[in-house]
């Protein structure tokens, strides 16, 4: 019988959420939805010093904006309470004393100035400095100081750290859903440490251990894992528990393909690489989230999933549950992705001409007549990116004209065009039902009356009204400017315009 399968996003509290971490815990949720699966939140903070308050917060609100809230985890409880790994410190140090009884790990006194001076020493001789098999029998710890000199270090209660033995002879394989096969020899690897000398187990100790306990079955995450993937495996055989599948997501590039993404290529760009606004706590300084910019959360996820996979069809419009059935481990590509934010618009523009326009007349227009709010944002929606260029628009379009199109007015301006715009001048206060269709049959009935053709006159009645020779629907427009407004506009143009007498 296969396994139920368990998948968890496991950031760690140490600023905002990073756009690829987002896109960590959209692939982790597709995959839990698609399979049938638990999608897990575990919050790594173990690390005390990189601790920011107020980003755990922050990853939920975000998870939350975007509709991929976890099913058990920080912020939804589960079988495995407590989610926070600085609240299941103890559990971790058992597995450590574990590893120590069964001698798979050591303790280790070297101070950090005597590991700095191994490391300048090893330098000085054009070499890295690694704590391995070689160099562990030379140095202060449990392998090769006596039990005496051991506990005497310990009973004086010299910090010490916990750490790994790694064999000196091995090879560690694992098949990686999107990397296949790696190989990496043992020998390459360092004996890193598990437990750090203020009793806190390192992320490579908690992670594991929380994996195996949580029965996660596959870890799907960034690249920037991979190197750390083996010493996992180690681990997971240290203990005589099996791994869970690993899936290691590829990089997010810079736009131009070369490097990796970084919060200086946003700023630059002027484009947020954060889920949400952030404020640093510390020097107050506000970094752009997509949600302020004025993205959907549709759109965000429809560009965060193509990040990396691609659904293997010229379909590019997915809902979230479309992606769920589309999804699949095996369409995720090993190449970085770059970033175009020019897509991520283009996404946002498509969901927006989808939007419903009352929705979004109530949230960015709440000033105008809910009708005109409407019949704006069905006017305007398709010349948008981000929703909250519709109050710009209103502001622009209610500007009376400050110039007039030269090249209409060259072109079309005759004597036909100024009887037109004189009989709409006065037949448009007769209008009795001032909205597009009442406009739209006064001028027609007056113009028809007046024997003149409307496509000599509708050209120059918009450049009369908006000072342009092209925009949008002008039936529309003058329901919105309004009857009063659209004769004074009218009278004005008629007034500027060179007079033709025939
Ligand atoms: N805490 C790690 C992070 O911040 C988790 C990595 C993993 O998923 O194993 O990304």
Redesign the pocket.
């Known amino acids: 019988m296969s396994q139920k399968v368990r998948v968890?996003f496991?950031?760690?509290p140490t600023g905002p959420l990073h756009i690829g971490?987002v896109r960590?815990a959209l692939y982790n949720y597709l995959f839990a939805r698609k399979t049938g699966g638990t999608f897990i939140l575990r919050i790594?903070d173990t690390d005390q010093a990189r601790f920011v308050p107020g980003a755990e917060q922050y990853i939920l609100d975000s998870l939350a904006w975007l509709g991929i809230s976890p099913d058990e985890g920080v912020g939804a409880d589960g079988p495995h309470s407590p989610y926070r790994q600085s609240e299941r410190k103890a559990l971790y140090k058992q597995y450590a004393d574990q590893l120590l009884r069964e001698g798979k790990a050591y303790i280790a006194f070297d101070s950090f100035e005597e590991l700095e001076a191994m490391r300048t020493l090893y330098e000085s001789k054009g070499s890295a400095f690694q704590y391995n098999a070689l160099t562990r029998v030379k140095l202060r710890n449990s392998l090769a100081l006596s039990k005496a000199e051991v506990d005497a270090l310990l009973a004086s209660e010299t910090p010490y750290v916990i750490r790994l033995k790694v064999p000196a002879k091995g090879e560690i394989r694992f098949q990686d859903s999107v990397r296949d096969w790696v190989h990496v020899h043992t020998s390459s690897m360092d004996d890193k440490v598990l437990m750090k000398s203020d009793g806190m187990p390192t992320?490579h100790l908690a992670?594991v251990v929380d994996d195996h306990i949580m029965e996660i079955t596959h870890?799907i995450?960034?690249e920037e894992?991979l190197p750390s993937a083996p010493l996992h495996i180690l681990l997971y055989q240290s203990f005589g528990w099996q791994a869970p599948q690993f899936a290691h997501l590829p990089l997010l590039l810079k736009p131009e393909g070369n490097g990796k993404l970084s919060k200086r290529d946003a700023d630059l760009g002027g484009f947020p690489v954060f889920p949400m606004e952030w404020t640093d706590p510390q020097s107050s300084v506000i970094s752009k989230g997509f949600k302020q910019e004025g993205y959907l959360p549709a759109a965000t996820l429809n560009f965060l999933a193509f990040l990396g996979w691609n659904p293997g069809t010229e379909q590019e419009l997915f809902s979230l549950d479309e992606l769920v059935d589309a999804f699949s481990l095996e369409r995720i590509n090993k190449a970085g992705a770059k970033f175009d934010v020019n897509k991520a618009k283009w996404f946002n523009q498509q969901y927006l001409k989808q939007s419903d326009s009352k929705e979004l007349a109530q949230v960015y227009l709440p000033n105008l007549p809910a009708k005109d709010a409407d019949a704006f944002v069905q006017l305007f929606l398709d010349r948008v990116t981000f929703p909250q260029e519709l109050g710009q628009l209103v502001h622009e379009f209610s500007q009376k004209p400050h110039a007039y199109d030269e090249v209409v007015l060259a072109t079309k301006w005759n004597l036909e065009a100024q009887k037109g715009l004189q009989v709409l001048a006065a037949s448009l206060p007769t209008c009795s039902t001032w909205d597009a269709d009442g406009i739209k049959h006064t001028i027609h009935v007056a113009l028809e009356e007046a024997g003149i053709k409307m496509g000599k006159v509708m050209q120059m009645l918009r450049v009369a009204l908006s000072g342009n020779g092209a925009g949008p629907d002008l039936m529309i427009s003058m329901q919105l400017w309004g009857k009063d407004e659209v004769n004074e506009r009218i009278n004005a143009a008629l007034s500027v315009f060179p007079k033709l007498v025939s």
């Open positions: 968890r496991a950031p760690s971490g960590t790594e992320y992670n870890v995450r960034g894992w």
